[in-house]
């Protein structure tokens, strides 16, 4: 069975940093590429990173660029969100996604709440 | 950015009709659009990958037409599992921008 379980939301001040985490089982984790996309709350999907299989190249959205750093252990089966410079609308639901041109896996997000 | 625009909006429709979905992108994304279905409080869903292809496991009653800029998805029978959110995705470009989605409601 595939697994996505992302790890690390909550609560933080503005300014703040956090770092999500995203476990992958039931696949061949080093074969996808993997990418982060939001959900603020009752608003659409937002995509926000992704990083290739191999993790050497990496794609931002502008709204996190300079921001945020996507990374990924494929030793571990785990890919990595680090969010610095927290801001109130960085608050949602954060998926992390594996996929390939044909296979497409989520898991069931990780809400971070961006509040003083 | 390429910027999808979904319309409608809202489809207000019973079980057992047809259901059709617009997405428009701003410029070509060729055939590099998926469709995602997404229930309250659920992960999104892949359904359609390259415009036209039906995602592993996805009933035949889901199909996707387009390419260039104008794309459709058409849900043949509407089951009562079908009444969700839809969200196109372009697959072309980056950043890999996201439609506002297309809520089919059940009339």
Known sequence: ?116 | EIVLTQSPATLSLSPGERATLSCRASQSVSSHLAWYQQKPGQAPRLLIYDASDRATGIPARFSGSGSGTDFTLTISSLEPEDFAVYYCQQRSNWPKTFGQGTKVEMK
Not at chain 1, 35 to 41: K, L, T
Not at chain 1, 61 to 88: C, E, H, P
Not at chain 1, 95 to 106: E, L, V
Request: aromatic share 12%.
């Open chain 1, 1 to 116: 069975e595939v697994l996505l379980l992302e790890s690390g939301g909550g609560l933080v001040q503005p300014g703040g940093s956090l770092r999500l985490s995203c476990a992958a089982s039931g696949f061949t984790f080093s074969s996808y590429a993997m990418s982060w996309v939001r959900q603020a709350p009752g608003k659409g999907l937002e995509w926000v990173s992704a990083i290739t299989t191999s993790g050497d190249i990496t794609f931002y959205a502008d709204s996190v660029k300079g921001r945020f750093t996507i990374s990924r252990d494929n030793s571990k089966d785990t890919l990595y969100l680090q969010m610095n410079s927290l801001r109130a609308e960085d608050t949602a639901v954060y998926y992390c996604r594996g996929y390939t041109s044909t296979r497409d896996y989520w898991g069931q997000g990780t809400l971070v709440t961006v509040s003083s």
